[in-house]
């Protein structure tokens, strides 16, 4: 009978020296990791290679055996955004699940179709900028939360906040108060009577931030006052504010520029991003 | 990268576009095919050229017919009021093998699948819901696949056409019959407690 998987507990690995950090199990090289499912796909006749962000490992494929059968024991414990525990067993180029438990389901992400098209992006994205067997604790916290928070809040914030988190953890922080071109700072908050150079109306991506009227001329996609409040929000320590924003114009318009942000980071284009 | 000359390189880029078929097995199955029998190769070649010539799809559910309607849409004894909605044609065959369904089919010809970037206006929706006030359809069956896929195309659809006035159900999830309850994965068995009914 296989042993099965204890949250944290690391024995019966003795490995080289990197075996601590990325617990990997020399001597079988079985290895017991939590991860959330990016996406799957088919492969063969019943089978499925499932992507997944782990907490130890990066980001690891691994071949779901007969998952595709109706009694198959995975059962929907691998479907995308799925928290688990696995265990799999080290392969060359593609890993193989031997074991899933289901940690966080997160039913509701795929059985509801607004939450699902907002859920999935984030995954891609993931997917995109994860390196493989690599250990990225931070982007994995991430993940967890803005998924746990999605399923909870339901807002539309949470997928644009992630994008703009992304960029900045890929060290892409966009300038917010001050002309990404000119340099000339933001100024007093107050109305716009739409003739001051110095306000800031459009966010150029080449240029790293906001650019001001006289700059905009050369370019920059508009941007209105609420959508770069809302993005300074998100990115300057008001996230939970930001995520009590209902639906709207300012809503929509940060999430248009939060894909574009990130695309032009990854430099591909981001698919799932379509139905959002 | 072409390593073989003229007809035989020609074969093996053929088969490699096949799904499911990498470089080497495409080059494993033409040299099976030159060292088999002629008669053997021109068979598959003559079985290939036939069902493409004679098969295509039914101009009415999609699914694969030989002529302009399939089997279903021409047998008079089906329900025509109701519709089952499925990704593939193959879908029907598991529905037919079940001697359950007495009704007619729509093929979705794939499923929404955000990640791939397949939208709506890639299946057959519009089709769909032409044929709805034309046979007089009262109830329209989901039965997409229990998946990310189906599951996002079955809400697509549902939302698409509730509004119509038609009945939309949804087939059930649950445990598979013959299986033991201790094995079910949460998401199944939760589905399969509020599926459940009365007896
Ligand atoms: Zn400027
Ligand atoms: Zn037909």
Known sequence: MRRWWVRGDRSGCRGGPAATELHWCHMSRLYRDEGVVLRTIKLGEADRIVTLLTQGHGRVRAVAKGIRKTTSKFGARLEPASRVALQCHRGRELDVVTQVETIEAHRVLREDYGLLTRAVP???????????????????????????????????????????????????????????????????????DGADPRALVAFDLDEGGTVCRSCARGGGRPCSPGALALLGRILGGGLNAALAEPPGPAVHEVEQLAVRALEHHVERRLRSAALL | MAVYEGPVQQLIDELGRLPGIGPKSAQRIAFHLLKAAPEDAKRLARAIVEAKERVSWCRRCYNLAE??????????????????????????????????????????????????????????????????????????????????????????????????????????????VGGDLEYADEVTLGRALEGRHEL
């Open chain 1, 122 to 192: 984030m995954l891609e994205a993931v997917d995109q900028v994860a390196p493989e067997r690599e250990p990225a604790p931070a982007l994995y916290r991430m993940l967890t939360g803005a998924l746990r928070t999605l399923a909870q809040r339901r807002s539309p914030v949470v997928t644009p906040a992630f994008f703009w988190k992304l960029c900045s953890l890929e060290g892409f922080h966009p300038l917010l108060d001050a002309c990404a071109r000119c340099g000339t700072p933001a100024p007093e908050p107050g109305p716009d």
């Open chain 2, 67 to 176: 002529g302009e309607l399939c089997a279903f849409c021409r047998d008079e004894r089906r329900d025509p009021h109701v519709l089952c909605i499925v990704e593939e044609p193959r879908d029907i065959v598991a529905i037919e093998r079940t001697g359950e369904y007495r009704g007619r089919y729509h093929v979705l010809q794939g499923a929404i699948s955000p990640i791939e970037g397949v939208g709506p206006e890639q299946l057959r929706i519009k089709e769909l819901l032409a044929r709805l006030p034309e046979e007089g359809v009262t109830e329209v069956i989901l039965a997409t696949n229990p998946n990310i896929e189906g599951e996002a195309t079955a809400m697509y659809l549902a939302r698409l056409l509730k509004p119509l006035g038609v009945r939309v159900t949804r087939i059930a999830s649950g445990l598979p």
